[in-house]
């Protein structure tokens, strides 16, 4: 009896350093939302209460598994929602975190702008969000959309990489090999459709020597707002061997037109 007492004082007698620097900082460095920087506890886990109100309700809501707009399981046909019937897709099926918009906007374009310690928060939704898309057991290959070297210099990290290597496929591995030969103007600045795919077409290549030939890939990008540029690297990554390609994406924007 008192060994073990001798034990749980000697243990509380530890815990009081840990809980006086946690005190310190606290007060120092007050926690706060990562969003809209209202304080929060330590353990609000980054957001508090209203953004992660706001977070899983952009996360909410069915989606159509082929282009991953905002459609009801009970208005597709062939898996397919009415907007995108008639659309030329090619990857195989989509898995989305949710819309573009509120919080999950705001912390995708923290994530793509020097803050890529939201790869935290956001891959366990990605990662819910593949597993439950229904191909997640086909994977062999998880492959981030890539960025031209160039940007890739002037941001420090692709954060689609970043995104890929923190989820949890049964078996994939993240494959490089998916490159950007060309410097594209962003798609947010190109207006239609149609120039967005002009302006990618071509933009991708494989690394010579590595083929995908019988493999089942998922693309990995933060945002899919026309499809051109999943589109496009799909088509390159079937080029190359691919038996299907799937996309995995943070949040799908453009609800009205691919």
Avoid at 48 to 54: A, H, L, V
Avoid at 84 to 109: K, M, P, S, W
Avoid at 126 to 138: I, M, P, Y
Wanted: aromatic share 6%.
């Amino acid at each position: 009896m008192e060994a073990a007492k001798r034990q749980r004082v000697m243990a509380r007698a530890k815990a009081v350093p840990v809980l006086l620097g946690r005190g310190l900082a606290q007060l120092l460095w007050p926690a706060v939302c990562g969003i809209c920087h209202a304080a929060i506890c330590d353990t609000d886990r980054e957001l508090c209460p209203k953004c992660w109100g706001e977070l899983l309700t952009c996360t909410a809501g069915d989606y159509c598994p082929r282009c991953g707009r905002d459609a009801s399981r009970y208005g597709l046909v062939d898996s397919a929602c009415a907007a995108c019937q008639n659309d030329e897709i090619h990857f195989d099926g989509i898995a989305r975190v949710g819309v573009y918009t509120e919080a999950l906007q705001r912390i995708i374009l923290a994530f793509k702008h020097d803050h890529s310690e939201w790869a935290r928060t956001l891959a366990p939704l990605a990662d819910a969000a593949l597993q439950g898309s229904g191909f997640a057991e086909e994977i062999d290959l998880l492959v981030p959309v890539p960025l031209h070297w160039t940007r890739r210099l002037l941001r420090g990290y692709n954060q689609s990489y970043l995104l890929a290597k923190k989820l949890h496929p049964a078996r994939a591995r993240v494959s490089t090999d998916l490159v950007r030969i060309r410097r594209t103007r962003a798609q947010p600045q190109v207006a239609t459709p149609a120039a967005r795919a002009r302006n990618v077409a071509g933009a991708f290549v494989v690394r010579e020597g590595h083929d995908f030939t019988g493999r089942t890939v998922c693309l990995v990008d933060d945002i899919k707002t026309s499809g051109a540029t999943l589109n496009e690297c799909a088509k390159t990554l079937k080029e190359a061997g691919a038996t299907k390609v799937y996309a995995l994406v943070l949040a799908v924007a453009g609800q009205r037109s691919l």
